[in-house]
């Protein structure tokens, strides 16, 4: 069982940025980061291998955003850079399991409650 807490959400202006983290408990396999917008279905943005050396990125988000994890700390985070008001959406981290590479929201089992990143215009 994995327990996932994200944190780091917020409201900030166009051009701004956050950086999201996600602490994990129970064991930090490959990680990722979904987000839903609002009238929207949840989307991918990012993922992690569990060394850290393997990454994959939404194409909305490439060059702007960058995920990385501290395994000491069973934390990962999303820095998120040149915001946009599309960014908007609540931000959820989630456990992929298996050893297969996968961006698809049905390989991941564990997820977090979500954080709010609010881009104003």
């Known amino acids: 069982q994995v327990e996932l807490v994200e944190s780091g959400g917020g409201l900030v202006q166009a051009g701004g940025s956050l950086r999201l983290s996600c602490a994990a408990s129970?064991?930090?396999?490959?990680m990722g980061w979904f987000r839903q917008a609002p009238g929207k279905e949840r989307e991918f943005v990012a993922t992690?291998?569990?060394?850290?050396?393997?990454?994959d990125y939404a194409d909305s988000v490439k060059g702007r955003f960058t995920i990385s994890r501290d395994n000491a700390k069973n934390t990962v985070f999303l820095q998120m850079n040149s915001l946009k008001p599309e960014d908007t959406a609540i931000y959820y981290c989630?456990?992929?399991?298996?050893?297969?590479?996968?961006?698809?929201?049905?390989?991941?089992?564990?997820w977090g409650q979500g954080t709010q990143v609010t881009v104003s215009s």
């Open positions: 992690i291998s569990w060394s850290g050396s393997r990454t």
């Open positions: 989630a456990a992929r399991v298996g050893i297969q590479w996968s961006t698809s929201e049905d390989a991941f089992k564990y």
């Open positions: 129970g064991g930090t396999p490959s």
